[in-house]
T-cell receptor, first 113, second 112 residues
Framework: EPEVTQTPSHQVTQMGQEVILRCVPISNHLYFYWYRQILGQKVEFLVSFYNNEISEKSEIFDDQFSVERPDGSNFTLKIRSTKLEDSAMYFC???????????FGPGTRLTVT | AQSVTQLGSHVSVSEGALVLLRCNYSSSVPPYLFWYVQYPNQGLQLLLKYTTGATLVKGINGFEAEFKKSETSFHLTKPSAHMSDAAEYFCAVSSSNNDMRFGAGTRLTVKP
């Protein structure tokens, strides 16, 4: 069964450093998403991406964040200068069409020290 | 804008008892509704979804939910809880022109 994969599973970085979180969505899906979940809290929408551009972003997704689909398979989230409060679980998801169910990856735990 | 409210951040039931997790939504357009489950240290897994058609939808692991437009609700139920049902449950809403938004989640504890 096709699945969304994410690498790395755990990333530790120092405050101010850049990080890139990687995702491989399901191959025939057209919509891609990033979510954040701070420990013990709700799943928060960050951004959606379709046709090589951002279709929607939340207020969390400020200028420090960017997304890219560098090739036909990967979908990346970059945080330019990490802050302590960026420590969270980051989930990638994909869907066939915009409103259909989303399939989630296992997440990347980002720890900023 | 769409939003979801999950009543009760924690629900505790005994094994074999009825599970009822509440979800109310707000949407100005016909909603698509979802329940996801998150087991510890894992990603989100789809339990069930409502888009159109039958308002009572059945999902995996014996769960079901009923879309009630008049009450703007989509409560999740299971007749008999198992220990393995202990997890975090998230209700979510989307529509044909809106991305998915999640509720705050309900942690289900199952007591032996």
């Amino acid at each position: 069964e096709p699945e969304v994969t994410q690498t790395p599973s755990h990333q530790v970085t120092q405050m101010g450093q850049e990080v890139i979180l990687r995702c491989v969505p399901i191959s025939n899906h057209l919509y891609f998403y990033w979510y954040r979940q701070i420990l013990g809290q709700k799943v928060e929408f960050l951004v959606s991406f379709y046709n090589n551009e951002i279709s929607e972003k939340s207020e969390i997704f400020d200028d420090q964040f960017s997304v890219e689909r560098p090739d036909g398979s990967n979908f990346t989230l970059k945080i330019r200068s990490t802050k302590l409060e960026d420590s969270a679980m980051y989930f990638c998801a994909s869907s066939e069409i915009r409103a259909s169910e989303q399939y989630f990856g296992p997440g990347t735990r980002l720890t900023v020290t | 804008a769409q939003s979801v409210t999950q009543l009760g951040s924690h629900v505790s039931v005994s094994e074999g008892a009825l599970v009822l997790l509440r979800c109310n939504y707000s949407s100005s357009v016909p909603p698509y509704l979802f329940w996801y489950v998150q087991y510890p240290n894992q990603g989100l897994q789809l339990l069930l979804k409502y888009t159109t058609g039958a308002t009572l939808v059945k999902g995996i692991n014996g769960f079901e939910a009923e879309f009630k437009k008049s009450e703007t609700s989509f409560h999740l139920t299971k007749p008999s809880a198992h220990m393995s049902d202990a997890a975090e449950y998230f209700c979510a809403v989307s529509s044909s022109n809106n991305d998915m938004r999640f509720g705050a989640g309900t942690r289900l504890t199952v007591k032996p």
